[in-house]
């Protein structure tokens, strides 16, 4: 990307600022975070077990078994989540649902001082990352919230770079969403955009038992536009005019309430910023089988740079202005 931006900046959070056309007046801020939801490292016991605790909302009945990357400084290392094996529980310890405090990570280490030698208290622990390819056009992977939406604004702004605007476009890959959209809003108030777009997953309710009398989004129907407090109008409408203009499959995603994601954030950051919010479906969110389809991708990148390049000079985000003579 630095040869296609041109400026590359780190803040002091954490936020990485990709821009281009940086010279021009007006500016749009194109968000998507980079932060995923895992663990810390609270305790490690006399054998070289380690404790740890949750960041993100995590889905404890999904972490039995499962492979994670201890992020040291001396590296990065594989352990496993164990627990008691279901020949030792008792009944009703087989009904529940082990909360991480009762597992611990085991990375073969055989005691506290053999584990201190490579890990501290506080190192991150993630997932261990993989992509796996699925029928028409899937993907499978963990830590697909929220690498679907950054890898869209960083392409998006690649062939932004290559068309003729009328804004300044920067790329935030933003950190700590997981934990209240923080990120997001340090990054606005450094930049002051007119604009802020978030793009992040949303929940696909296209699985067995899910709700079907709710609002329904769909694996491969395209990305779907927020309706609601999160989102300035003259932007829904905007970006609902990119998709038809361009024939991009798309889908509306009305809420009555502020979205959970950077847009919030965003949409306060400075004196205001015009924000807009694109999901794109995901099914099993904040797991490690998390999935998305690469063609509502590819269609959000689509949107997003019809998007910026419908926007002109005069263009006037204010909701229900009207224009004097």
């Known amino acids: 990307?630095?040869?296609?931006?041109?400026?590359?900046?780190?803040?002091?959070?954490?936020?990485?600022?990709?821009g281009i056309n940086t010279g021009a007046p007006r500016r749009v801020l194109l968000d998507g975070h980079c932060d995923q939801i895992g663990f810390s490292v609270r305790h490690i016991d006399a054998d070289g077990y380690l404790t740890v605790d949750t960041l993100g909302g995590i889905d404890?009945?999904?972490?039995?078994?499962?492979?994670?990357?201890?992020?040291?400084?001396?590296?990065?290392?594989?352990?496993?989540?164990?627990k008691k094996p279901i020949h030792l529980q008792e009944s009703k310890e087989k009904?529940?649902?082990?909360?991480?405090t009762s597992m611990w990570v085991d990375a073969g280490f055989r005691s506290r001082e053999d584990a201190e030698k490579a890990v501290a208290l506080g190192d991150y622990v993630t997932f261990s990352l993989h992509v796996n390819d699925l029928r028409n056009n899937r993907i499978q992977a963990p830590g697909l919230d929220n690498k679907a939406g950054l890898w869209v604004i960083l392409?998006?702004?690649?062939?932004?770079?290559?068309?003729?605007?009328?804004v300044a476009v920067y790329a935030v890959s933003s950190v700590q969403e997981e934990l209240g959209a923080r990120g997001a809003l340090?990054?606005?108030?450094?930049?002051?955009?007119?604009?802020?777009?978030?793009?992040?997953?949303?929940?696909?309710?296209?699985?067995p038992m899910s709700d079907k009398t709710s609002i329904p989004c769909l694996l491969g129907g395209g990305p779907a536009i927020s309706r609601g407090p999160s989102t300035n109008p003259v932007v829904g409408r905007m970006l609902l005019e990119a998709a038809k203009r361009l024939?991009?499959?798309?889908?509306?995603?009305?809420?009555?309430?502020?979205?959970?994601?950077?847009?919030?954030?965003?949409?306060?950051?400075?004196?205001?910023?015009?924000?807009?919010?694109?999901?794109?479906?995901?099914?099993?969110?904040?797991?490690?089988?998390?999935?998305?389809?690469?063609?509502?991708l590819e269609n959000t990148v689509a949107m997003l740079v019809e998007f910026v390049k419908s926007i002109g000079p005069d263009t006037d985000f204010r909701p229900f202005h009207e224009k004097s003579d």
């Open 247 to 296: 024939e991009i499959p798309h889908q509306l995603s009305p809420s009555a309430g502020l979205a959970s994601n950077d847009s919030k954030s965003i949409q306060i950051a400075d004196s205001g910023v015009a924000a807009g919010d694109l999901g794109i479906p995901q099914r099993n969110m904040h797991t490690q089988a998390e999935v998305c389809s690469l063609d509502d």
């Open 60 to 82: 404890d009945s999904v972490l039995l078994g499962e492979r994670v990357t201890i992020h040291a400084e001396s590296g990065t290392i594989l352990g496993v989540f164990g």
């Open 1 to 18: 990307m630095s040869q296609v931006a041109d400026s590359v900046e780190p803040d002091v959070h954490g936020n990485l600022i990709l």
């Open 155 to 166: 392409e998006t702004l690649r062939r932004c770079s290559k068309e003729k605007l009328h």
């Open 95 to 100: 009904t529940e649902v082990p909360e991480p």
């Open 186 to 207: 340090t990054a606005g108030n450094q930049l002051h955009p007119e604009v802020g777009i978030t793009v992040d997953v949303t929940h696909a309710s296209d699985f």
